[in-house]
């Protein structure tokens, strides 16, 4: 396993307690150690009973994702390997300790939509799309955005951390389309996820019907909007920003709100006193790779 899959199996059992000991030898499996069950087709309230937050592998695939993603092409887009799907979906119902490092991202992002595609009802619920599809049709971007606030705000706290990692990891994606030609955009994500996070428009038999299709391309829509909207508006809340942030070790600007790591000092308020924060900082970050560079070649005296 690389240093960072270490670190990151690291971050997830200090997150949440994840890693426990097996017990008495007579008794330990045959691996040494076990690690929260991620049950599919199951509640997300069961799910995430354990300490009421994310379970730790499920968390260790988003921080995956959301770290080596950004620069493939076609992640969520392309199919996993199937028999190795399979195999991180065992390990995964049966709470086997995974190496990340062993299957790629399209693997894992594969597992990870079917993950969601089998949650009851889905991971808004049904009058939660029903709520996102009325929404839609809101003309007012500022009340489409405060309905989308309450409407986060009202799902149990381990939905909006796990939505808030998604969409996160969505975004970061898709602004990477361009620069890294993945092509991936929010569109493209809208099309591919959708389906995932959207019951109510996968037909019950084989063959689709004409609303079914409709209310796809409505969802892609809204998957779209909130994939663009994520950092440019406070749709999910400052509190679950800030947990995007310290999980991910990522800096995003919400509303021009800095919102950094807890590594760090909080950022202050103020646009004026962030914006000086934030050069600080970025002076600092280049002092110390400067600083390393000149070890590296031996420049300092």
Not at 108 to 131: C, D, Q, T
Request: net charge positive; charged share 25%.
């Amino acid at each position: 396993m690389s240093s960072w899959a270490e670190r990151v199996h690291r971050r997830a059992a200090d997150l949440g307690n994840v890693v426990t000991s097996c017990g008495h030898p007579a008794t330990a499996p045959g691996y040494p150690y076990r690690l929260e069950k991620v049950k599919f087709g199951v509640p997300l309230e069961e799910v995430c009973k354990h300490n009421n937050n994310i379970p730790g592998p499920l968390l260790v695939l988003i921080l995956k994702l959301n770290k080596e993603s950004p620069n493939r092409r076609d992640v969520f887009r392309a199919p996993g390997h199937q028999a190795s799907m399979k195999k991180l979906i065992h390990f995964l119902q049966a709470g086997r300790l995974v190496n990340v490092d062993k299957y790629s991202v399209f693997t894992i992002a594969s597992v990870l939509k079917k993950f969601l595609r089998k949650i009851p009802n889905g991971i808004f619920g049904r009058n939660g799309e029903m709520e996102l599809f009325a929404i839609n049709e809101l003309q007012n971007e500022a009340e489409q955005t405060d309905r989308l606030h309450r409407l986060f705000a009202s799902l149990p706290k381990y939905t909006q951390h796990l939505l808030v990692l998604l969409f996160g990891t969505f975004r970061v994606i898709a602004s990477n389309a361009a620069n890294a030609s993945t092509g991936m955009t929010s569109e493209a994500l809208g099309v591919s996820v959708a389906p995932s996070f959207f019951q109510s428009c996968v037909s019950d038999g084989k063959t689709a019907r004409m609303e079914d299709v409709l209310k796809f391309k409505v969802a892609t829509k809204i998957m779209q909007h909130i994939i663009d909207k994520f950092a440019t508006h406070d749709i999910f809340g400052r509190d679950n920003y800030e947990y995007y942030a310290r999980v991910t070790g990522r800096i995003l600007k919400v509303q021009d709100e800095w919102i950094c790591s807890f590594q760090y000092p909080p950022p202050p308020r103020g646009k004026l006193a962030q914006q000086k924060y934030a050069l600080q900082h970025s002076l600092e970050a280049e002092k110390t790779w400067l600083q390393c560079q000149c070890e590296r070649w031996g420049l300092r005296s």
